[in-house]
Each structure stands twice: as structure tokens, then as C-alpha cells.
């Protein structure tokens, strides 16, 4: 599947959502272009730690199976849905092995109930592949060009198109380089290691170094720390500098491991870049290869948080 034929091929009316451990977005998606979209403040992430797996699932299958419905009533012709997941998508059988930021939701089967409530071909891609391809598509490349999209939400996605081709992984775990370990006993995370990149470089990481340095504070959102941060807040602006310095930190080995000359940001946290990038400049010039200083082009994402929906719609949503 590259973007060409995609482009070519499907003038079909297809729903993407992007589920995420706070929002979750729909929208109807025809060619590239998002006809209708909404967001829901879903919260996932809290829930699945305050009720047991099982719970957990119905309310987020109730949740999914409610927001396409509504885009099924708007455009009854919509053919097929595309879901992108904040987890680890089993390439094989298309069941969820793990979620690091919705614990519980161990081995799960998201498409079966749907597909059966809805009446409908529902597919399933890993949220950051999913956004990485979205971005490619939206932005019209025509060769087959590399990217790395990095998602900077509730945790850190990573999406990888390889010579125009999304790369899942063998295993569907290609790309999962919020979980690159950048400190050696750091912070637990989700996935059952200490010190992974996006306990620091997320919005939920911003909100953990806030409450570090500043003492209390737990379960400040990364927006109002963004808030304070403009305010002058000088411990405000040092978790923005972290989340920068651990994202380049990351960035630096993977591209050591797959050289790509294009970085896409995107995700809530991208919207306040201007207070990480020049921590995040200066570690990444620091930590690349020397070959490669200058050369690494990055852009914040400029779909308005629509690339997520666009890739899940065209890359999973099933096709006839
Ligand atoms: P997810 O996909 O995991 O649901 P999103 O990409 O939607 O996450 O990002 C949501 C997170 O981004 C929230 O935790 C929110 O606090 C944070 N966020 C939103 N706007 C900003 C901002 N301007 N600055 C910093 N963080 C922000
Ligand atoms: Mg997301
Ligand atoms: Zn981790």
C-alpha cells in the first residue's frame, strides 16, 4: 500500500478514529480529506486504571462502537472503519497484545464485537503508524519517501513509512520508541521497564517532572503546566526542556538505526513545541551522528491532530 494507489484507487467514503489514552477522534474520511470529525474527551487511560480490564473494555468498546455509529447515521454510505490504537497490534490476528497506557487491555479483540454491533468491516493499525502514514498522504508525496512520525500524547507513538511503505514490525512492535529507555532506573512505566523515553517526553512525562521539581502537584495536565510555563514559571519551563532533551535523546538513536532525512511532531504536546525545541535542537546536534548534524529536517505537524483519523481510515480500514 503506498500513497499513490490509495490516492488513485479509493473515492470511497471510510471513518477513521484515532483512539488515544485521553481523546478519541472520528471523522468520515473520502480521498484524503476528513468531511466531517469529532472529538471525545475519553479519558481511556484513567479509566483502565480505576477499573478492572474487563470493565475497561466494555466502556471502551461502547465508547468506539457510539462514536462510529454517529458517523455511520451522518453518512450512511461510509463502507468500512479504520481504527488506529494506542497499543501493540498483533500483525497476524489484529488482537491488541499490550497497551502500556490502557493497563488491562492484555490480548483483546476489538474487531470481532465491533465489526458484529456495527455491521460494518472494522480494521485496526497501531495509532502512531497510522498518523505517520496520514501525515505522508496529507502531505502529497508523490516518491516513495521515508518519515518518522512521533506522537507526543497521554505517551509517545512512533510511526515509520519506509520508502513509502508503513512498517508495522514483524511482531507489530516496530517503531514503539516511547519505550527506548533513556535512563537507567528511571521512571516505571506501562510496558514494565523503568526510564522509557515517554515518561518524560509525553504530556503525562510533563506533568510527572512538573510535580517533581515543583513538590505536590500530582495529576497536573502538560497544557496547564504549558500555561505556566509562558507565565515564567521557571519549573514549568524545565519539564518542557526535559521532554525535549528525552525526545532527542530518542530520536538520536533511532536514527542511527533508520536513517530517514524527515521527522514529523505531532500529537496534544506538539502544540506547545515552541517551549521543547530548543532543548530538543541542541540534545539532538549533540546526540546524532556527526554525518547527520544539520540534515535531519523536522516539522511540527500541521493537520490539526487529523492525521491520526486519515491514516486509520486508509490504512485500516478494511477495503472490498
Ligand atoms: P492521546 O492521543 O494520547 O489521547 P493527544 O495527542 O490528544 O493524546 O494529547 C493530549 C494531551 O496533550 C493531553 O494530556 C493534554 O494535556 C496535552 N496538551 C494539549 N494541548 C497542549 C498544549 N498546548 N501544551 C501542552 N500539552 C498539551
Ligand atoms: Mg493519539
Ligand atoms: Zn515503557
Redesign the pocket.
Known amino acids: 500500500l503506498t500513497s499513490s494507489n490509495v490516492l488513485e484507487k479509493n473515492d470511497a467514503y471510510l471513518i477513521g478514529v ?1 483512539v ?4 478519541l477522534r472520528v471523522g468520515v474520511i473520502q480521498q484524503c480529506n476528513v468531511v466531517w470529525a469529532e472529538r471525545i474527551h475519553a479519558d481511556f ?1 484513567a479509566f483502565c486504571r480505576t477499573h478492572a480490564g474487563e470493565a475497561a473494555l466494555d466502556s471502551i468498546l461502547d465508547t468506539l462502537a457510539r462514536a462510529i455509529r454517529e458517523a455511520q447515521t451522518r453518512y450512511p454510505a461510509v463502507c468500512a472503519a479504520g481504527i488506529g490504537f ?1 497499543g501493540f497490534i498483533d500483525p497476524m490476528t489484529r488482537r491488541i497484545i499490550q497497551s502500556p ?1 490502557l493497563p488491562g487491555l492484555t490480548d483483546v479483540d476489538l474487531l470481532t464485537p465491533l465489526s458484529k454491533t456495527l455491521n460494518l468491516p472494522v480494521g485496526i493499525e497501531n ?1 502512531a503508524l497510522a498518523a505517520a502514514f496520514g501525515e505522508y498522504v496529507v502531505s502529497g508525496q508523490e516518491h516513495r519517501e521515508s518519515l518518522i512520525y512521533l ?5 509517545v507513538g512512533g510511526g515509520l513509512i519506509l520508502e513509502g511503505r508503513p512498517y508495522p514490525g514483524t511482531h507489530g512492535v516496530a517503531m514503539e520508541v516511547g519505550h527506548i529507555i533513556i535512563e537507567s532506573d528511571g521512571r516505571p512505566c506501562g510496558c514494565g521497564n523503568r526510564g522509557c523515553m515517554e515518561q518524560y517526553a509525553s ?2 512525562g ?1 506533568a510527572l517532572t512538573y510535580a517533581e521539581l515543583a513538590g505536590g502537584w500530582q495529576g497536573m ?3 496547564l ?2 500555561a505556566l510555563a509562558r507565565k515564567g514559571d521557571t519549573h514549568a519551563s524545565r519539564a518542557f526542556e526535559r521532554a525535549g532533551e528525552a525526545l532527542a535523546q530518542g530520536l538520536a538513536t533511532i536514527l542511527k538505526v533508520v536513517d530517514v532525512s524527515r521527522v514529523v511532531i505531532g ?3 506538539s ?2 513545541w515552541d517551549l521543547m525545541h530548543a532543548a530538543f535542537r541542541d540534545r539532538l546536534e549533540a546526540d546524532l551522528i556527526p554525518a547527520l548534524r544539520g540534515r535531519i529536517h523536522i516539522d511540527v505537524s500541521r493537520s490539526a ?1 487529523q492525521a491520526g483519523m486519515i491514516g486509520a481510515a486508509m490504512l485500516a480500514a478494511p477495503r472490498a
Request: glycine share 24%.
Open positions: 484515532d488515544g489514552g485521553t481523546n487511560s494506542p497506557n495509532d506522537g507526543l500524547g497521554t505517551g504530556a503525562s510533563v495536565d502538560s497544557s503546566v504549558a500529537g496534544g504536546m502544540q506547545s491532530d
